[in-house]
């Protein structure tokens, strides 16, 4: 099932394609590193991705690199 990103996972995606780690997430969204997990979780759910590379693929389909 492939949804519509909220805008905080929107957020957490650009800079996890960016190759930002979950600490450098987190301090740059002044949320925590297992805040971070779970987005990352919910963006591979809903876009259905099933690793990085897939993720990788998608961003620079889209532009979004």
């Known amino acids: 099932m492939k949804t519509k990103l909220s805008e905080r996972e929107e957020e957490v995606f650009k800079l996890m394609i960016k190759g930002k780690s979950n600490i450098e997430i987190a301090k740059n969204l002044l949320i925590s590193s297992s805040t971070v997990s779970t987005f990352k979780r919910r963006i591979f759910e809903k876009k259905g991705f ?4 897939e993720m990788i693929k998608y961003a620079i389909a889209k532009n979004k690199v």
């Open 50 to 53: 099933k690793n990085n590379m």
